[in-house]
């Protein structure tokens, strides 16, 4: 458990320039969005576990203190 929050890493942006045909251009896109809605998955997922982390770790503690 950290002290800090996460924060979602940022992702590349395609460029329309870096692409030399419209296919992989949209391509690049697609994966770049997949890419981007897995890394929003893993934040979200590991937001949710460090907030019950933090329960169970309150109630473990309040179990303590009798």
Do not use: Y
């Amino acid at each position: 458990m950290t002290s800090h929050p996460h924060v979602a890493p940022a992702l590349p942006q395609p460029t329309e320039a870096s692409a030399t045909s419209p296919l992989q251009a949209s391509c690049s896109i697609a994966a770049a969005v997949k890419a981007r809605a897995k890394a929003l998955k893993k934040w979200r997922k590991q937001e949710r576990l460090r907030q019950f982390m933090g329960w169970c770790a309150s109630f473990h503690a309040l179990g303590f203190s009798f």
